[in-house]
């Protein structure tokens, strides 16, 4: 029997498995495997989460990270995604709450992110860079497009949560 290959460990948490693991690209026989030129990227990409599961205290449920041209093509993907080049995933925290609270936490946290994008209701997309912008985004309806900074379903901004404050029960 012969022995499957380690995956290399980029981070505390994260293997490049776990960040170019796609159901699509199984199902469809597409090699997600990213160039060594991405390496760095991923391993950035690694210890970025690595901070943001520290700061939730939960295991992140990553349902996107690097997508080969194919596999970004074959979900729709923008053709110059972060996701494209090793610096995004999509990802919920179950364990810590609804995405609305994992991209609120990340948004009050001092972790230097790139864009920080709370979509559909459903999943906070979170990128990394050399240069983080922490940009903070919000997206409900294609059609009307992305909306600045953390907005929820009525349209209403989400205040920043203070250190230290207590919020009010309700």
């Given at each position: 029997m012969r022995k499957r290959a380690r995956s290399p460990r980029l981070s505390?948490?994260?293997?490049?498995?776990?960040?170019?693991h796609s159901d699509t690209a199984r199902e469809?026989?597409?090699?997600?495997?990213?160039?060594?030129?991405?390496?760095?990227?991923?391993?950035?990409?690694?210890?970025?989460?690595?901070?943001?599961?520290?700061l939730l205290g939960h295991r992140l449920d990553i349902s996107s990270g690097y997508r080969c041209p194919e596999l970004n093509a074959a979900v729709g993907g923008a053709p110059?995604?972060?996701?494209?080049q090793g610096l995004a995933v999509d990802f919920t925290c179950p364990g810590f709450g609804p995405p609305i609270a994992v991209a609120r936490a990340i948004r009050d946290s001092k972790i230097g992110f790139d864009q920080c994008i709370y979509e559909y209701s459903e999943w906070v997309h979170l990128s990394f860079s050399a240069a983080p912008r922490r940009r903070v985004l919000?997206?409900?309806?294609?059609?009307?497009?992305?909306?600045?900074?953390?907005v929820d379903a009525h349209r209403r901004i989400v205040p920043v949560t203070r250190r230290g404050s207590r919020r009010p029960p309700g």
């Open positions: 505390s948490y994260y293997t490049l498995a776990r960040l170019i469809r026989g597409i090699d997600n495997t990213p160039p060594d030129a991405l390496l760095p990227n991923l391993r950035l990409l690694a210890r970025g989460l690595d901070r943001v599961r520290r110059h995604s972060q996701h494209a919000t997206i409900h309806d294609a059609r009307e497009g992305y909306l600045d900074g953390l």
